[in-house]
């Protein structure tokens, strides 16, 4: 099975900085991940995000309500397993976007959420 990380953004976001923030999201969220694994955790190599860049590169963009964003918040932790994304080219520089970790399984939250399209 390959590995895959889930990038969500709010449904109320403008197409343009939705696509900024999906850029931003799965860049942001390798150097995090990354870095996390490499201090944090076992010195396996490669780690999980290393194997994912190098084995899948899969990437699941979401369209996901305020509610499903607050929700998805609950099922890992923050900056070990996920990132939320601001946009400072926005009034009170909001959160539009979480990004997860990449892994092989998810929770079947994820799996029941809305591809951007």
């Known amino acids: 099975m390959a590995s895959k990380m889930y990038i969500l953004i709010k449904d109320d976001i403008d197409l343009g900085h939705a696509i900024l923030a999906s850029a931003h999201a799965s860049l942001s969220g390798y150097l995090t991940f990354l870095d996390h694994?490499?201090?944090?955790?076992?010195?396996?190599?490669?780690?999980?995000?290393?194997?994912?860049?190098?084995?899948?590169?899969?990437?699941?963009?979401?369209?996901?309500?305020?509610?499903?964003?607050?929700?998805?918040?609950?099922?890992?932790?923050?900056t070990e397993d996920f990132r939320i994304m601001h946009e400072c080219g926005l009034p009170g520089n909001p959160e539009i976007a979480i990004v997860f970790a990449p892994r092989e399984e998810w929770p079947g939250f994820f799996k029941s959420l809305k591809l951007y399209k």
């Open 37 to 78: 694994e490499l201090h944090q955790q076992s010195f396996e190599i490669p780690t999980r995000t290393q194997s994912w860049v190098n084995d899948s590169f899969r990437k699941v963009v979401c369209k996901v309500s305020q509610t499903e964003f607050d929700k998805s918040k609950t099922y890992f932790k923050e």
